[in-house]
């Protein structure tokens, strides 16, 4: 990672922190969070949007998911990450299409 994508997305996962605590969400002792609250956490409207994806494949590699029972966990760092490397996507595209 870069020094400024490893900055936002320290600064994302503070911000995440916050959030679930704010909500009352709870946070594994290791970072994770469950798959209905890391939809909210990486911007899905639909509540059901991450569990659709990793039913079908289509979960992005940077989701770090584990399977806890009948539930899934997602590490909160790596929602921090996606989102961030979302936004510099994000620019990429804005740039290339400048161009």
Known sequence: MTADLDERVTRRLSTL???????GIDVTPGGEISEEAATRAVGYRGTEALAVQRA??????????????RSYLYDLASCALFVETGYDAMIDENVTRRD
Do not use: I
Not at 17 to 23: D, G, H, L, M, V
């Open 17 to 23: 922190r916050a959030w679930c605590r704010k909500e």
């Open 56 to 69: 079908e494949g289509r979960l992005s590699p940077l989701l770090r998911v584990r399977r806890l029972g």
